[in-house]
Antibody
Framework: EVQLVESGGALVQPGGSLRLSCAAS????????MDWVRQAPGKGLEWVVR??????????EYAASVKDRFIVSRDDSQNSLYLQMNSLKPEDTAFYYC???????????????WGQGTLVTVSS | IQLTQSPSSLSASVGDRVTITCRAS??????LAWYQQKPAKAPKLLIY???SLQSGVPSRFSGSGSGTDFTLTISSLQPEDFATYYC?????????FGGGTKVEIK
């Protein structure tokens, strides 16, 4: 069974740092594109970052709102995805979801699998 | 690329046909997905590539469109379909979502 389990969410002060983890099981994460998507409480979805698969050298794309503050990484030995969040702001408060993409033939990559989310609260 | 969903909310009855639209600020070919999200749950992929039904999703869900105008249709609304629906473009970075459409019980 495919599963993604996020962890690491917490209450942190503005300017602080936090590292989120996403543990994958039931599939080899290095074969898949993976994203972090966030959702402020009661608000809509916001894409945060993409890391492509091993075949595409794990290249990354970031949303402007987090570029230069957040860093995505992977550990193939742990089948896991990480998000290092620095210089946190109150507007980063959200549920953070990791998702894994599956290639749909010529249609491109789409996120078949999602974790349950982990809550990050940035407040003094 | 901005995605504008309409309506932002709607009230409907079980058995109703429901249509949600998503308009992109520039052409995105067919690189569009639709998701369903229930409270305190992760989004669930319903439709990919604008009109392809994700495995396991009931056939009452369908998608259409290309370029800038897209539609999600639920042919006969069921009790489990009351949720919020989002479109997402995957044509170019930054990937973006529509603002969501909340489908409520009339």
């Amino acid at each position: 069974e495919v599963q993604l389990v996020e962890s690491g969410g917490a209450l942190v002060q503005p300017g602080g740092s936090l590292r989120l983890s996403c543990a994958a099981s039931g599939f080899t994460s290095s074969d898949h594109y993976m994203d972090w998507v966030r959702q402020a409480p009661g608000k809509g979805l916001e894409w945060v970052v993409r890391t492509r698969n091993k075949a595409n050298s794990y290249t990354t794309e970031y949303a402007a709102s987090v570029k230069d503050r957040f860093i995505v990484s992977r550990d193939d030995s742990q089948n896991s995805l990480y998000l290092q969040m620095n210089s946190l702001k109150p507007e980063d408060t959200a549920f953070y979801y990791c998702c894994a993409y599956v290639r749909k033939g010529s249609f491109g990559w789409y996120p078949d699998y999602w974790g349950q989310g982990t809550l990050v609260t940035v407040s003094s | 690329i901005q995605l504008t969903q309409s309506p932002s909310s709607l009230s409907a009855s079980v058995g109703d046909r429901v249509t949600i639209t998503c308009r992109a600020s520039q052409g995105i070919s067919s690189f569009l997905a639709w998701y369903q999200q229930k409270p305190a749950k992760a989004p669930k992929l319903l439709i990919y590539a604008a009109s392809s039904l994700q495995s396991g999703v009931p056939s009452r869900f369908s998608g259409s469109g290309s370029g800038t105008d897209f539609t999600l249709t639920i042919s006969s609304l069921q009790p489990e379909d009351f949720a919020t629906y989002y479109c997402q473009q995957l044509n170019s970075y930054p990937l973006t979502f529509g603002g969501g459409t909340k489908v409520e019980i009339k």
